[in-house]
C-alpha cells in the first residue's frame, strides 16, 4: 500500500511539473478553417482594417497585394464585372486569403457589414440572364465520365438484383455534379419538353394566318340493265346495257379575313405560353443547381461526421486503454475502465448512424443526377468556405428583382389572362371568311342496245367565289362570362406578382442573413476547436497523473466532438446559405 502510494505521488509530482513547464500557448488568430482534415484547407482572413485604423503604411507585401488586385480589378472592369472590396484574391499553400479594397485609406467591409454604398456598375450593367435550360457554370467543359450518364432509354428499369448491386464509387466535384445535372435531371428534361411542346402550339396558332386549300378527287362508275317481260318487246329483242363513269375533282380554299381581333390575340397567347414555359425552364435550373448544391454539401457533411465519429471512437479506445492500465497498475478504479467501456460502444452507435446516414446521402445526390443503378458517387471536394459574397443586402435584392424568373412569369400569365379575355370578346364580334371553289367534272356514258353500242362524253368544270360575314347575336351571355372570368385571372396574377415579390425579398434577406451569422460561427467554431482539443490533452494529462478522473476525459472527448462537428456544421451552413443566395438573385454562379 505504501508503495502504491509512493507511485501515486511520483506521477503526480511529474504531471505538475510538466504542465508547469510548458509555455503559455497564444490565442490562436481569427481563422475560417475547415474540417481537421489532410483534405480540408485552412482559410485565414487577414483584412487590413488594424493597419489602416492605427495609421501605420502598409508593408510591402500588402502593396504588392494591393496592386494585383487593382490589376485584376482594371481587367474585370473592361469585361463588365466588378469586384467587391472585400474579395478572395488568392490560394497560397492551401489558405484562401481574403484582402481589403484597391484603396488602403478607405475601411475594407467584411461580409457581415451592410453598407448602404451604391455600385454603379451594377447599375449600369445589369447582370445578364443565362439561357433557358442552362445551368450557368464557370467553365462548362467539365470532364465527366461517361459512366456516369444513364441509359437514354428511360422506360428501362432493372429486373436482376445484380443490376441494382453496386459496382463502384466516383469522387466528383461540385461542378461535375452540376454538369451532370444540367446532362441527365429529369425535371429539367421535363422542363425543356414542355417549351418544346409550347413552340408547336405557338406554330399552331400561326397557321391561322394562312389560308386553307383542299385538293378533292372522286370516280364513280354506275352500270345497269333493263329487262322487259312483256311479250311484245321479248319478240323485237328489247334489251338495254347503260354505263356511266364519272371523273370529279374540285380546288377549295377557305380564309378568315377578319375574325375581330381573335386569330392575333391567340398568337399572342401562345407566344406568352411560349415565354412563360421558357421561363419555368429557367427557374427549374435555379432549383436544380440549388438543390445539387444542397445534397453535395449534405454529403460533405455525412462524410465529415463519419471522420468525427471514427476519431470519437478512436479517443474513446484510447481512454479505455488509459484506465486498463491504471487499473492494472492499481491506481485506477474498475468504475472508470466500465465507464470507458460504455463511452466506447456509445461512440460505435455513433458510428454506425453516421455510416447510415452517409449512404442515404450519396443516394439522394445520384436519384437527383439521375445516376446508372450500378454506381454512386462520393464528395471529392474538400470542406472549406465556397466563396464571399460581394454584394450589399441592398443591392442583392435589387438584383434579385431583376434577374428571378418568378416575377417575369407572372407578367407573362397576366398577358395570357389578358389575350385570353380578347378572345372571348372576338366571338361577338363579326366573322368573315372568304371561299374559293373549283370543280373539274367528266362523264363517260356508254349505252348497248341490240348490239349498237353508243358512247357520250362530257366535260364540264365550274368556280365560284364568295364572302361569308357571321355575327353571333346572342350566346346566352357564355362570351362576356369568360371575359370577367379572364379579367379575374388577371387581378390574380398581378396578386401573385405582389407576393412572389415580397417573397423574393424574404429569400434574399434570410439567406444573406444567415450568411453573415454563419460566417461569423466559422471564426467562433475553430477558437474553440483548438481550446477544445487543448482540454482534452490537459485532462488525459491529469488523469494519466491520477489528479483528473475518466469523466473529465469523457466530457472533454465529447466537447471536442462537439466543437469538431459546429465548425463543419457552420462552414457547410455558410456554403448553403450562399448557394441560396445566388439562387435567390438567380445568379447562375456557383464558386
Not at 488568430?29 to 501605420?56: M, W
Not at 481574403?98 to 449600369?124: C, D, I, R, V, Y
Not at 478504479?333 to 460502444?345: G, I, W
Amino acid at each position: 500500500m505504501k508503495r502504491h502510494y509512493l507511485f501515486h505521488s511520483l506521477c503526480s509530482s511529474l504531471t505538475l511539473a510538466l504542465l508547469a513547464a510548458q509555455p503559455a500557448k497564444a490565442e490562436p488568430p481569427a481563422r475560417v478553417t475547415g474540417v481537421s482534415s489532410p483534405t480540408v484547407r485552412d482559410i485565414t482572413v487577414k483584412p487590413l482594417k488594424a493597419k489602416i485604423k492605427s495609421g501605420k503604411s502598409p508593408s510591402k507585401s500588402d502593396r504588392k497585394l494591393q496592386t494585383s488586385i487593382h490589376k485584376e480589378r482594371k481587367a474585370n472592369r473592361s469585361k463588365g464585372v466588378e469586384l467587391s472590396k472585400y474579395q478572395i484574391h488568392s490560394y497560397k499553400s492551401n489558405q484562401l486569403t481574403a484582402q481589403a479594397g484597391q484603396k488602403p485609406q478607405q475601411t475594407a467591409p467584411t461580409p457581415s457589414s451592410n453598407t448602404n454604398t451604391p455600385n454603379p456598375k451594377l447599375q449600369q450593367r445589369p447582370q445578364q440572364r443565362p439561357k433557358a435550360g442552362q445551368i450557368d457554370l464557370p467553365n462548362r467543359s467539365v470532364p465527366v465520365p461517361n459512366y456516369l450518364n444513364p441509359s437514354p432509354n428511360p422506360l428501362r428499369f432493372p429486373t436482376k438484383p445484380e443490376e441494382v448491386q453496386i459496382l463502384g464509387a466516383q469522387p466528383i466535384s461540385l461542378r461535375q455534379a452540376l454538369e451532370l445535372a444540367r446532362r441527365n435531371n429529369r425535371q429539367l428534361q421535363q422542363a425543356q419538353l414542355g417549351v418544346q411542346r409550347s413552340q408547336a402550339s405557338l406554330r399552331a396558332a400561326q397557321a391561322a394566318e394562312y389560308p386553307r386549300v383542299n385538293l378533292g378527287a372522286g370516280v364513280t362508275n354506275q352500270r345497269s340493265y333493263i329487262f322487259s317481260d312483256e311479250p311484245d318487246l321479248q319478240r323485237f329483242g328489247q334489251e338495254v346495257d347503260a354505263n356511266s363513269t364519272s371523273l370529279t375533282g374540285n380546288l377549295s380554299l377557305n380564309y378568315d379575313l377578319f375574325t375581330s381581333g381573335g386569330r392575333r390575340a391567340r398568337i399572342r397567347a401562345a407566344e406568352e405560353q411560349l415565354r412563360n414555359d421558357r421561363l419555368d425552364l429557367e427557374r427549374i435550373s435555379e432549383e436544380v443547381r440549388l438543390n445539387v448544391s444542397t445534397r453535395y454539401y449534405d454529403l460533405q457533411q455525412a462524410d465529415e461526421l463519419v471522420r468525427i465519429q471514427q476519431s470519437a471512437v478512436r479517443n474513446a479506445q484510447a481512454s479505455l486503454r488509459d484506465a486498463q492500465a491504471l487499473e492494472q497498475a492499481g491506481v485506477g478504479t474498475r468504475f472508470d475502465v466500465l465507464t470507458s467501456q460504455v463511452q466506447v460502444a456509445r461512440a460505435t452507435q455513433d458510428l454506425a448512424n453516421a455510416l447510415s446516414q452517409q449512404r442515404v446521402s450519396r443516394r439522394q445526390l445520384a436519384v437527383l443526377l439521375s445516376l446508372p443503378e450500378a454506381v454512386i458517387v462520393t464528395a471529392a471536394d474538400p470542406v472549406e468556405i465556397a466563396g464571399l459574397w460581394n454584394l450589399t443586402q441592398e443591392q442583392s435584392i435589387i438584383q434579385a428583382y431583376k434577374n428571378r424568373a418568378e416575377l417575369e412569369q407572372q407578367l407573362a400569365q397576366r398577358n395570357i389572362n389578358e389575350q385570353q379575355r380578347r378572345i372571348a370578346l372576338a366571338t361577338l364580334g363579326p366573322q368573315i371568311s372568304l371561299a374559293a371553289r373549283y370543280n373539274l367534272s367528266e362523264s363517260l356514258d356508254s349505252n348497248n342496245n341490240n348490239n349498237n353500242f353508243q358512247q357520250n362524253q362530257d366535260f364540264t368544270d365550274q368556280y365560284s367565289l364568295g364572302a361569308n360575314v357571321t355575327l353571333n347575336l346572342y350566346d346566352g351571355g357564355e362570351a362576356r362570362a369568360r371575359a370577367r372570368e379572364a379579367e379575374a385571372n388577371i387581378a390574380i396574377a398581378e396578386t401573385s406578382f405582389a407576393n412572389q415579390r415580397n417573397q423574393i425579398r424574404l429569400d434574399v434577406e434570410q439567406a444573406y442573413s444567415q450568411l453573415q451569422s454563419n460566417f461569423e460561427n466559422i471564426q467562433t467554431a475553430s477558437v474553440a476547436l483548438e481550446q477544445a482539443r487543448e482540454a482534452l490533452r490537459l485532462a488525459r494529462l491529469r488523469f494519466q497523473a491520477g489528479v483528473g478522473t475518466q469523466t473529465e476525459v469523457i466530457d472533454s472527448e465529447n466537447r471536442l466532438t462537439q466543437a469538431e462537428g459546429d465548425r463543419v456544421n457552420a462552414i457547410l451552413s455558410y456554403n448553403r446559405a450562399l448557394a441560396q443566395l445566388q439562387r435567390a438573385i438567380s445568379s447562375g454562379q456557383q464558386s
